[in-house]
Structure formats: C-alpha cells, structure tokens
C-alpha cells in the first residue's frame, strides 16, 4: 500500500523508538507497545496510523523483514532462578531470556555476547545463547570490548587478511622503486603528536624564486609526501575486503582499533626515520599570498629525516637559539621554510574567510589499570597549524587534480546551514544584541567576520558554540558541492591513507589519472582514458553501475566514520562516569555548555567533565526555555541561564548504566560556605552521599513490591521474567546483589 514504509528501528532507552527511512524524510515514532515486538536495528514495515501530540508521524509494525543478527553486549544477571541479559545498549529496550543449559561458562554479573535465538513478540521476551565471555565489567580495557561490540566496530582481521600482510616483504625491493621519483637525498621530516605511532605524511620546504628584478616571483616549493598504502594494498584482495569493511582506524584512550594490520600501519605504510618508504608526493609552488601556483603529483621514494614532534617543532620555532632548535640543528632551515609557508597559506585562508575557531580540545590520560587518571587541555601550538595548513593544501591539489580529470571520486562535503539552522541562528544572534548577522545565502566569510567580531564578549564561547551548531555534518560523496567551512570549491581527503579508505581510493585514483587510465571502483580495475597529463575533451560517461558503487562507498565511508566517533565517545563518557564517582558529593566551578527545555550542561573548569543540572535543581519556580537566547529563565525571579554563564555544582549522581552524571546547582548563599569536601553539612542541609542513600533505600522498597508481584504472578504459572527485569537492573545499578541472584557490579551500557 501506498502508507506503508520501509525502514530501520532505532529504539529509545526511554522505551519507544523511530523507524530511519533512509530518504531524508522524516523518521516514524514507535510508541512502546509498538516496540515489544521489535528491537533495535530490525527491518520492517510500519504504516502511519496518525500524528502524535508533538506532530510526529506515528507508526504501527505491519511486517518485519529482516531482525538483527548481530550478537548484543549486555551483563548476565539472575532473579529468583531466571537467568537474563540486561543489554549494554539501552536502545534494545528489553532483557533477553537464557535458559540455563545456555549460559555457557558465564556466572552472574560478568558482561557477555548473546545470540538470540529466539525474537521479541507482543507477549514473550527475546530468548537467547550465551556465545563469548568478556569478563567482568571492572576488567581493565573492559569498556572498549563493550564498545567494540556494541557498535559493531570490526575488531579482528580475517586469517586471509593475517596471512597476506605476514607475506609482504620487511623492506622495499629494487622491484619497489621502478617508475619512482628519487626524493630520498630530500631532507624531510614526519611532524606528530608524542603518543603517535603511525606517520603518514612527511614535509619539506625550501624557498624559490622566478625571473629576476621587479618582475621576480617568489614563494616557496612545499612537498607533501603521503605513505603510498596503495603500493601495497590492491582492490578486491583480503586487506582490501577489510579495509573497506572498517572504513576508518578507530582511536580510544590507550587503544587503536586500525584499519590496515600493525604490518602495515606501523611497518612499511609507515614514514619512519631513517628507513626508505613508497610514497605518493604532491609537490606545490607557493607564493608570497599563499596561493598554489603550481603543483604536480607523482610516485616516490623517501627516507624521512627526523620523526619530530610537536612540542620540540614548536620550541624551535619560539627560539631558534634555544636547546630545541640546537639538537635539530640540521632541519632548523627547512623548519624555518615550513613556518614561512605557512604563514602564507594562512593569509590565503583568511581571504578566502574560512571559519576558524578556537575551541578547547581534551585529552585523558589514563593510568596502568586504563581508568582516567587526569584529562588536561590539547593546547594547538604553531606546529600543529603548519602541518595542518600543509595537508589542506596538498587535499585542495588532489581534489583540483581529479575535478580536472573529470573522473568519479569521493570528495569531502561540507554543506552549508540548513534554512531552520540559518533562521535559528539569525533570530539568536538578534537576541544577544550582535550587531551582525548571516544572510539568507551564508558564506564561510560571514562566518568568520562574527567570530572575529564576538572574540572578546564575554560570551563569546556562546556564540561560537551557536555558529558551530548552526553548521552540517562533512561526508563523502562522490557528488563534489564544495567544503563550506574551509572556503573550497572542491576539497577530498588525500593524506591519510593508513587510517582512512576514502584516502586510499584516492590515491588509486590519482595513479590511474597518472597512467592515462581511469580506475573502476565497481570491478577494481584499471580502463583505458585520456592521455598522461591531458585533460578529457569532454566528461567521460560514468555508468549507472559505476555512479552507484561510488555513492554506496560515500555513505559507507560516511557511517562508519559517525561510527567511529560513536564508539570513541561511549568509551570516553564511561570512563569519565568512573572518574567522578569518585567525587560525588564535591563541589566544583564550571561554565554552562548547552541549555535545554529540561536543564543545562555544566563542564567544569578543572576536570573537563560535562554534567547534567536537570531544571528541577535550579529552584523552586517555573523556567521557560527561551530557544532564540539558547537559555532558561526563572518566571518569578528572572533568574537566566545560558550558555557561557559561570555556575558552581555539586555532583549529586553518576549513572555508569546510562553514562549519564548529574550535578546539583549551589545557590549564591551556599556558595560562599567551604567546600563540600571534608566538611559536615549545615543543618537541613543535605549532603549528596546522603541523596544516593536515599534512591538505594527507595530502590530496595521497589524492588520488594516487584518481587512480590512477580512470585504472584509465577505462582500462576507465567515464567515471562518481565518483573524480574527491573529488579535486577536496579540491584545492578546500585552495586547490590538481585535477590535470590550473586552480587552484580554496576553494568555500563549505552547512551
């Protein structure tokens, strides 16, 4: 019929869910009664059965097509006898039944992998197969497992993968360098963070000069050299295959899931010092303003110099005189190159009037258990910025040099606001009294010009929070629109190819450009094209085929970088839930992050931890939330709270289940008192350790009542266990054994 859609469900922790259509239309609301049939990621087909209160298409399931078969992650718990899995990911929504003959070697409280076996209905709860034991939850390491899994993040190579990469040779062979530009007498050097254990790019610059007298033009020969991973890795073989299936290298606190073997990512992809590398090289000529003049991309062979990093980069820089810049005395000159170019791109940047905020990156830094022992500030330091400008540059050439080609290619895409964004941020930036405002065709430089603008208000972080959100999501796409936030027309990503595949495609891409050829990503081959260095007459035909297989690569790409940065973030948040239920009841200064119709964000200013203060701590009155100002705002006392404002909290709870850390406001008179910590509360005044013994105690209560209505309802037979479900997630939670089960520790799960 002509309502009934197809789609993905995306379940809710809160119990409901939303079927993804996938066509850019809006997504169908599944009430909870809808859900008990279907879980998280199943295929179905629902029909619209009205608008709920909130305007919302509302769906009732006609079909499902397809249940997910991947394992789900999740504690093992038991109640009264009944063996269950409460799911890491809340988005699941409902806890899977095990028979006991099915719980493998698994005992209570551990977090292991289930099969089901059998699916949800509108009467049973899902059953399933214990399939792998991860352990206990405390086990260190033990939160990137779960996210690994839980995200569907692939982990381990095929033995076909394995085998192959074991078969590569240690080093180049002659056979490696043939049709290879010699650049190993070049001095150049890999610039890197100090944790960095891969090294895909390597710079050099030296200055050069055109004609003489008035009419000489001069600039700088900026080499751009990227580890040549398509040498070794050919469409279609194993490393491919995995390649593409993890699109990405996926990067936690002390753990990087990559995506090529350590072979590979560490050994000859490599650019390490001293040892000769396959490169792929983008060789610029960069004048005075910082325009590329000129460049040429070609097959090489280098041998790096020196693996710096950027702090010795950036204290050379601040002192040529110093003990840094003495110990790299022979790069010093090409450093000083490399900086000089730089500024030039930088002066290119600010004409074209690319956004560039400044905003503050954290880093944790966890001790040998893996559990946070500090999280400090990522300070950008020039280093960081000329290497960045360096690459930009070399990804503008790539883009240019396959757009002239005319041949199909995954570009980056970076759209600019949507018109609710556009008109969100007009009505926010007339409300906060800034003098500017965007047009109803925004460009990068309008951007610019108000962050440049704003940069000594006192909320300015407010306003640049808004213009960043105001912003799309960049993907790929082998439709080229153009990068709004840096100002290019065309832009695609060159020059890192060990842990991104969209870099990799296009380095088979500029090689087959190179050879003549065109490079068909349907069948992995090369086909006959123009001739070396000549630009097609008119575009070539892509095929239907060919069109399909590079959008299907895009979106591929595309989501698994989202999920990428999913997986990251869960293992982030647990860890900092872990970090501050240490703290609970401290009392710490902070700066509002986000306002929402139901609280506000807080991130403190010591830890760099962001929590919650739900609107119900803010006091006893009624708050509005005003979405043009991005704040809240007290009816009786006018009382606002908006994003940048100054505020001290105190952590009331930590909900490791939910990642999930909340903090109570400290009124004006409380705040001038000590610090919570190591002090006995005023009278009337309660303290947050005792609020959590609070919850415990009413927990323990709940869980007597709903224990006593399941054994009624077991005594009349029914072994559904669906009582049992909330009382072993509450004893769970709080760090209490489930009655009539073995103690279970606090169970991490999704967001």
Request: charge should be positive.
């Amino acid at each position: 019929m002509l309502n009934d859609i197809e789609g993905i469900v995306l379940g809710h922790r809160d119990g409901h869910g939303f079927v993804q259509r996938g066509n850019g239309e809006p997504d169908i609301y599944l009430p909870p009664q809808e859900m008990r049939a279907v879980l998280h990621r199943d295929r179905v087909v629902v029909r619209v059965a009205r608008m709920d209160r909130k305007g919302r298409p509302e769906g009732r399931v006609i079909d499902i097509l397809e249940r997910r078969k991947t394992p789900i992650i999740g504690r093992l718990l038991q109640e009264n006898g009944i063996w269950l899995v409460a799911p890491e990911d809340r988005r699941y929504g409902q806890d899977i039944l095990i028979p006991k003959n099915a719980i493998a070697n698994a005992i209570a409280g551990q977090v292991v992998a289930v099969e089901l076996t059998e699916p949800a209905s509108m009467y049973s709860q899902p059953v399933g197969r214990v399939t792998e034991v991860l352990g206990q939850i405390d086990d260190p390491g033990m939160e990137i497992e779960i996210a690994v899994r839980k995200y569907e993040v692939p982990h381990r190579f095929s033995a076909e993968t394995l085998a192959q990469a074991a078969g590569l040779p240690d080093k180049l062979r002659a056979v490696d360098l043939k049709q290879r530009i010699d650049l190993r007498d070049v001095p150049m050097v890999t610039i890197d963070g100090e944790d960095a254990r891969d090294f895909d790019d390597a710079v050099y610059c030296e200055p050069y000069q055109s004609g003489r007298g008035r009419t000489a033009v001069r600039g700088w020969r900026l080499i751009v050299a990227i580890a040549d991973v398509s040498h070794y890795v050919k469409p279609g073989e194993p490393l491919d295959v995995d390649a593409y299936e993890r699109a990405t290298s996926v990067y936690f606190p002390r753990r990087v899931i990559p995506m090529l073997p350590e072979k590979l990512s560490n050994g000859l992809c490599s650019l390490n010092p001293e040892v000769d590398r396959l490169t792929m090289a983008c060789d610029m000529l960069v004048d005075e303003q910082g325009d590329v003049t000129a460049y040429q991309f070609y097959p090489a062979v280098i041998c790096s110099q020196a693996r710096l990093t950027y702090t010795e980069v950036a204290a050379a820089l601040g002192n040529t005189r110093g003990p840094e810049a003495a110990k790299r005395a022979a790069v010093l000159p090409h450093l000083l190159h490399l900086h000089e170019v730089y500024r030039a791109l930088l002066k290119s940047r600010q004409r074209r009037g690319a956004v560039d905020f400044e905003t503050t990156e954290t880093q944790i830094v966890c001790d040998e258990n893996g559990r946070i022992e500090k999280i400090v500030p990522r300070l950008r330091t020039e280093a960081h910025r000329l290497i960045e400008e360096s690459m930009l540059a070399a990804n503008v050439c790539a883009a240019d040099f396959i757009a002239q080609a005319q041949h199909p290619c995954l570009f980056r895409v970076h759209d600019g606001p949507t018109p609710e964004k556009r008109l969100t941020l007009q009505n926010y930036l007339k409300s906060v009294g800034v003098g500017m405002t965007i047009s109803e065709d925004p460009t990068p430089a309008e951007y610019q010009a108000i962050a440049t603008a704003t940069k000594d208000r006192i909320d300015a972080a407010q306003i640049h929070a808004m213009l960043l959100r105001s912003m799309q999501q960049a993907l790929y796409t082998p439709d080229n629109g153009g990068h709004f936030g840096l100002a290019y027309e065309a832009y695609t990503h060159f020059t890192s190819p060990i842990r991104r595949y969209p870099d990799l495609l296009v380095h088979r891409v500029i090689k087959a450009v190179l050879q003549g050829k065109r490079f068909q990503l349907s069948s992995g081959s090369l086909v006959a094209g123009a001739k070396p260095g000549t630009p097609p007459a008119k575009p070539p035909r892509v095929s239907a085929t060919e069109q399909a297989a590079w959008e299907g690569a895009g979106a591929h790409c595309s989501a698994n970088e989202r999920r990428a940065d999913e997986a990251s973030r869960d293992v982030e948040a647990w860890l900092k839930c872990r970090y501050m239920r240490e703290r609970l009841g401290e009392e710490f200064s902070g700066t509002v992050s986000a306002v929402t119709s139901f609280g506000v964000f807080v991130t403190l200013d010591a830890l760099y931890v962001d929590g919650l203060v739900h609107i119900t701590e803010l006091g006893g009155e009624y708050f509005r939330f005003d979405e043009a100002r991005q704040e809240l705002r007290g009816e009786r006392t006018g009382v606002r709270y908006a994003i940048g404002a100054r505020v001290r909290i105190q952590v009331s709870r930590v909900d490791l289940d939910g990642r999930r850390i909340d903090f109570r406001m400290i009124r004006e008179n409380e705040a001038d008192r000590p610090p919570a910590k190591g002090r006995s509360p005023a009278r009337g005044e309660p303290k947050a350790v005792d609020e959590l013994a609070e919850v415990q105690a009413a927990d323990r209560a709940q869980r007597r009542v709903t224990s006593a209505a399941k054994s009624a309802r077991a005594s009349k037979g029914s072994a559904r266990g669906t009582a049992g479900r909330g009382t072993a997630r509450k004893a769970a939670s709080a760090g209490k054994p489930a009655k009539g089960g073995k103690p279970a520790k606090s169970r991490a799960s999704g967001a």
